[in-house]
């Protein structure tokens, strides 16, 4: 079973705009992390949030967490060419040792 | 060099067929993983290893063994593949909690298998 949920699960804007994208989870976390994946590549992590924090920033990337909610979203600011990939977050539970993913969102920035 | 290598990157074979993955690192990491990933899907967990002697099943381990070598090597066999495991296959690593790990994964570039 795949704990985290995806929304959109594709997404295509224009080079030079905002991408959001957003992650629900069903149980409580330790942390929450995001991923990127080029076509057919391996996944490359992003950004990790952790269960106590609200909001955390790396460059362009922007990452939310809403405990009580049980969400997060990423938002990706200027977009470029290069951001078109598979989005994927993924989960800690509390308690265990691994990371759950959910299915992602694909996302395309035209130029 | 890539931290997290995989061989090979691209197979094809036929129903029945013995099939070995191979995963390496040079990252020092004591975890390694076996995820399969199918079209439009996230990944899934196949199994893991915390350490040489530790080995875990994962959420969809049927079909599928595990031998892990050393630190630096994790491997996955089809004892007999079918169709419905063709899939792109990821290897990844993480460190062990404790020393200064963040649960953060490091994959490999993955194998694309077909199984006709």
């Known amino acids: 079973s795949q704990q985290g949920e995806e929304d959109p699960q594709a997404l295509s804007i224009q080079e030079g705009e905002n991408a959001t994208m957003n992650c629900s989870y069903k149980?409580?976390?330790?942390?929450l992390q995001w991923y990127r994946q080029n076509s057919g590549r391996g996944l490359v992590h992003l950004i990790l949030?952790?269960?106590?924090?609200r909001e955390k920033h790396s460059g362009r990337l922007r990452v939310t967490l809403d405990t009580s909610k049980k969400s997060s979203s990423l938002l990706i600011t200027a977009s470029r060419a290069a951001d078109t990939a598979s989005y994927f977050c993924?989960?800690?539970?509390?308690?265990?040792?691994?990371?759950?993913f959910g299915q992602g969102t694909r996302l395309t920035i035209n130029p | 060099d890539a931290d997290v290598t995989q061989t090979p990157r691209n197979r094809i074979t036929k129903t029945g067929k013995r099939i070995m993955l191979e995963c390496s690192q040079t990252?020092?990491?004591?975890?390694m993983y076996w995820y399969r990933q199918d079209p439009g899907l996230g990944l899934r967990l196949i199994y893991y290893?915390?350490?040489?002697?530790?080995?875990n099943k994962g959420e969809i381990s049927d079909g599928y063994s595990v031998s892990r070598q050393a630190q630096a090597k994790f491997s996955l066999s089809l004892e007999s593949a079918i169709p419905n495991q063709t899939a792109l296959y990821f290897c990844?690593?993480?460190?062990?909690?404790?020393?200064?790990?963040?649960?953060?994964?490091?994959f490999g570039p993955g194998t694309r298998l077909t199984v006709l």
């Open positions: 990844a690593t993480s460190a062990l909690r404790g020393q200064g790990s963040t649960d953060t994964q490091y």
């Open positions: 149980t409580s976390i330790n942390n």
């Open positions: 949030i952790r269960s106590n924090e």
């Open positions: 993924a989960t800690v539970t509390q308690g265990a040792q691994k990371l759950v």
């Open positions: 990252k020092g990491h004591d975890r």
């Open positions: 290893s915390f350490d040489v002697k530790d080995i």
